[in-house]
Nanobody, 121 residues
């Protein structure tokens, strides 16, 4: 069974920073791309940042230059460093991973439980 566990959300003032972390676990898994998505109240879940196994990244235009995604393939972790936070960054942030398991011949998408980020003075 694959599990993604997030940590690091919270309340921060505009202009502040937060670092989100996500750890994936499961017996015999191999992880392809990993990413972070955000979902504001009444909104759809949108991509924030994504990183391939080889380290290639892409970001939503709204976070370019402010957020940095990184991963540790040996530990199956992905982090999101968020700087210069704005009130419009307020959302639940979800970790996502494309995972190949010993019992499946194709990649499946898995999600964490979400962590709340609130940017407010």
């Amino acid at each position: 069974q694959v599990q993604l566990v997030e940590s690091g959300g919270g309340l921060v003032q505009p202009g502040g920073s937060l670092r989100l972390s996500c750890a994936a676990s499961g017996s015999g898994i191999s992880i392809n791309a990993m990413g972070w998505y955000q979902q504001g109240p009444g909104k759809q879940r949108d991509l924030v940042a994504r990183i391939s196994r080889g380290g290639s990244t892409n970001y939503a235009d709204s976070v370019k230059g402010r957020f940095t995604i990184s991963r540790d393939n040996a530990k199956n972790t992905v982090d999101l460093q968020m700087n210069s936070l704005k009130p419009e960054d307020t959302a639940v942030y979800y970790c996502n991973a494309e995972v190949l398991t010993p019992t499946s011949s194709r990649l499946r998408s898995y999600w964490g439980q979400g962590t709340q980020v609130t940017v407010s003075s």
